[in-house]
Nanobody, 127 residues
Framework: QVQLVESGGGLVQAGGSLRLSCAASGRTGSSYAMGWFRQAPGKEREFVAA????????GYADSVKVRFTISRDSAKNTMYLQMHSLKPEDTAVYYC????????????????????WGQGTQVTVSS
């Protein structure tokens, strides 16, 4: 089992920045690709960004490309999402996820590839 805990959410004005963290604990010795998803009120959960087990491959939703950067620190078992130029439409609960993989350089945009999920952290961007 892997436990994931997100932090770093909050209220920010449009154009501002936030950095989300996702701390993993438990059986973190296995290989996991990780990702960020978000869910706005009344909408389905959507993919935001993902990173491979090795950390050398990343992928982003078109809506956040250039503005968001995903990274991971394996020594700290922590993943990050640096968000810049935030927009009101980025308002959502952000979830981190981990999915066991045999492929060091693969990342996944589909939620069904993830086995473990955090509880989420609220990000609110005011206009």
């Amino acid at each position: 089992q892997v436990q994931l805990v997100e932090s770093g959410g909050g209220l920010v004005q449009a154009g501002g920045s936030l950095r989300l963290s996702c701390a993993a604990s438990g059986r973190t010795g296995s290989s996991y690709a990780m990702g960020w998803f978000r869910q706005a009120p009344g909408k389905e959960r959507e993919f935001v960004a993902a990173i491979s087990w090795s950390g050398d491959n990343t992928g982003y939703a078109d809506s956040v490309k250039v503005r968001f950067t995903i990274s991971r620190d394996s020594a700290k078992n922590t993943m990050y999402l640096q968000m810049h130029s935030l927009k009101p439409e980025d308002t959502a609960v952000y979830y981190c996820a981990a999915g066991r993989t045999y492929y060091r350089s693969s990342y996944y945009a589909e939620s069904q590839n993830y086995n473990y999920w955090g509880q989420g952290t609220q990000v609110t961007v005011s206009s």
